[in-house]
């Protein structure tokens, strides 16, 4: 079988590791076949495969692949018996009881298991010595002064692996924590560190895990510090600067002296980068030296629309400013006469404050820092927005004050890259594109439906006025949010990925200060919007912001340790505000398309840690406003909360074929067959952990019908009705999705009483679900009703066609007035799973005519 690849930007400008996913169709991919790559001549090209996934057959649904490309276009995989040209990776791991040892012919690389040196570099006559730094700022007030205290804390590796190894491309994953000189431990850290086969360029994901009280320390600084050397004069020392467009060039010392101007030409040669000889010019180079040496150069992104790059002497003189921008393309290059590295951040400008800076560079020591965190900026401040509560006024979720950030996380990529000499400005700059560009292959949106391995959504339809007509209210829906992330300036190191929740038409301004009215934290799964939309067409704009969604919601929005572990915090101003700490957030449908499409470890871990955060709710009852503790261990909604167990359970039976997993699903699915009236009793059941078992607590109880299906968990059951054949279970989603239509007359006579159309709000949520039973059932009249729900805004809150209006407030905008991201969300959804399930069921001539007018 031949599967078609395409770049999801552009192709690299230089050779570059590629790692992507591919997904198969059921029984496809035997485990044991071999799997190959190809360019457009037919030739083979050298591949690293494993599997990330398997099908309940045992056959394999998602693998990962790693190659070095760079030129190559109309790449394709294969799984038919071919002659394949043989792996001549060169890439070497040996691993001792205190250190790791990497080489691949370009560089080597050995890490200590222990201790402050992270790793060392060595490259040609090139050394670099690596650490972890970090500031934390103590503030104390004493009468009437307030005395700032500023504490190093250098990290220490406490345990290194080699996580991953292969012929092409090798990962070795450090974790440990900041110490200063105390001893006192902070910020516990997980490094991971990509080697590739005869490469130069390093890759590092570095997470932070927050552990430190927001009203004790405050993180003033933190980053990766290279220490080194570098050879030749002062002139012969470069630094280059990638900024908005281009890179800009400085030596340490310049030539350019008032006797001797341009030196014919020299001085033009020296900003290119070039060494420059001055020996045979005695009189020219007595000028040079009595020019000022510059030692310290630095990039800070203060904002996502501002840099300034800076220099100084040394560190007892002031800092002068050399350049302003908007946004850097975040790349720094420090080298001598023998050549330098360059550092980098992917998302620099995003993630802002950040910096990237050289010191020494004319000395005999040089140091080179990426700042994650910059402290030429205000420190971090975690502490919540209010000293109270706003559940009524401002729908915060419990009156209990849980808001805190310890145990929160935040990842970052950074790069290095080492040369032999001095690379041209335009070399650079093109390095820099590539650290910025998500270089990934893709497969074609025909092919991710076919394989049914990611859910149950739609390829776009336009084979008729109505399908045309949804088409494009879902990519006005999609180009809003991308316009809007901008124009509203939701960036930075803990606010980029995430959206808002509301919007505030008298203000012009979404509710960013009220409660459970700002921030998203994954309300209404947004996520699976995104990631839906991504498969459906490709493209590269929606792919950045489902990525940046997933970062962001899957690390800074959950816990990774601490009391809340395995727990996410609904939307809130504070991303950890909200007392509500509820798995739906650390739901692995949120997340795991994005670590099948990259591979990418982090995402990988993460869902690994969520699989049993259903444990956590013991601690933390989800349901304890409404239910005391009693003869239960816990309380749980059928959704979103079992939805999200589940859907973590099946995640990691998928990727490990661990049966207790499919066990855990299977023992609520089958409790769920046994109650009055299946998916319908409930919504909140006891729930005991150790054995999964759900338990009757009544009909029609506490928790909202639809809050069971707005987290996802018409996602979560359909995929899984997909995998364990069971048609009872279909016949449950189906149940639940006619029923959410019937007359209140009907739905208590089905119920004898027990349920009531006042306890099924929201019906438009339960479009897809709707869907469904038509399918099923092959009902026209229930197509019908589900088409009714995402076209009458009545039921939807969605006028249509969605249409953007120009206002001038303190600076011109463009607004929808009645957005909100939750109803958005799950409209965008609900259509994407409709035309799925619906397009051999179309909307009726009557139905398509009553929407004619709003047609255009």
Known sequence: MKIDLNWLTSKPNYLTNITWGIPWKKGEL??????????????????????LAYWPDGSVKWTAHSANLCEEQDLFIS???????????????????????????????????????????????????????????????????????????????????????????????????????????????????????????????HTMINDTPPDQYFIKGMGLKL???????????????????????????????????????????????KNINLDDMPEFKKQVQGNATWNDFKIIQDSADHYKVVKRR????????????????????????????????????????????????????????????????????????????HVPSAYEGFEEMRATPVGIGNTNELFLSFYQSAPTADDLFKKAEDWQNTNLLICNPAYYHSTRAAGMW????????????????????????????????WYGFWNYGDVMHTYDPVRHQWRYDMGGFAWQNTELVPNIWFWYAFLRSGNSKVFEMAEAMTRHTSEVDCYHEGEYKGLGSRHNVSHWGCGCKEVRISMANLYKIYYYLTADERTGEILSNFKDADQSTVNLDPMREFYPK??????????????????????????????????????GVNDLKKMPYRLLSGPTYGYDPQTSHLYHMGDGNSGGYHMIIAFGAPQVWMELAELINDKEWEEMIAEF???????????????????????FNWPMFSAGMVAYAAMKKNDQELAEKAWNLLLDPTFSYTPLPIEEQTVTSWKVL?????????????????VIVCLELLKDLPAGQVLQKSISKIIK
């Open 630 to 667: 009693d003869e239960y261990p816990t309380h749980t909604r059928v959704g979103p909360d079992w939805a999200a167990f589940s859907s973590n359970w099946l995640c990691n039976w998928e990727r490990t074929e661990n049966s207790q997993y499919l066990e855990k699903i299977l023992t």
């Open 79 to 205: 799984n038919d018996e071919q002659d394949l040209s043989e792996n001549q990776g060169k890439l070497v791991i040996e691993e001792r009881k205190d250190k790791i040892k990497i080489n691949n012919e370009t560089i080597e690389c050995t890490i200590q298991k222990h201790g402050e040196n992270i790793f060392n570099f060595k490259k040609e006559n090139q050394i670099y010595d690596a650490t972890l730094e970090t500031i934390m700022e103590e503030r104390v007030e004493i009468n009437d002064k307030r005395v700032f205290t500023q504490i190093a804390a250098t990290g220490k590796v406490e345990n290194a692996v080699i996580e991953s190894k292969g012929d092409i491309r090798a990962v070795v994953r450090l974790e440990g924590a900041h110490y200063n000189q105390d001893g006192q431990r902070f910020l516990p850290f997980i490094l991971r560190i990509y080697f590739y086969d005869q490469i130069s360029d390093v890759k590092i994901v």
């Open 458 to 489: 739609s390829l776009p339809d336009r084979s008729n006025k109505l399908t045309s007509f949804l088409e494009d209210q879902l990519g006005k829906a999609l180009q809003f949010y991308q316009m809007e992330i901008d124009q509203r300036s």
């Open 227 to 273: 220490k080194t050397s570098y050879r030749g004069e002062a002139w012969n020392r470069h630094v280059q600067i990638a900024g908005d467009k281009g890179v800009y060039s400085e030596p340490g010392q310049l030539i350019l002296t008032r006797r001797y101007r341009n030196a014919d030409g020299l001085y033009n040669d020296q900003i290119e980068n």
């Open 314 to 389: 040394g560190r007892n003189n002031a800092w002068i400013e050399v350049l302003h921008g908007k946004r850097a393309n975040g790349l720094l290059y420090a080298g001598g006469a023998d050549g330098g590295v360059a550092i980098g951040q992917k998302k620099f400008w995003q993630k802002f404050p950040s910096s990237l800076e050289v010191e020494g560079l004319n000395e005999e020591s040089s140091s080179l820092t990426v700042w994650l965190w910059s402290p030429d900026c205000e420190a971090m401040d975690l502490r919540h927005y209010s000293d109270d509560t």
């Open 814 to 830: 463009n607004e929808i007035p009645w957005i909100t991201t939750n109803t958005i969300s799950q409209w965008s959804l609900n």
């Open 30 to 51: 035997d485990r044991r076949s071999d799997v190959s790559l190809w360019n457009a001549e037919n030739q083979s090209i050298p591949v690293q495969t494993w599997p």
């Open 737 to 759: 999705g006619e029923f959410y239509t019937l007359s209140d007359q009907e739905k208590r006579r089905r119920t004898n009483g027990k349920l009531n159309d006042r306890m």
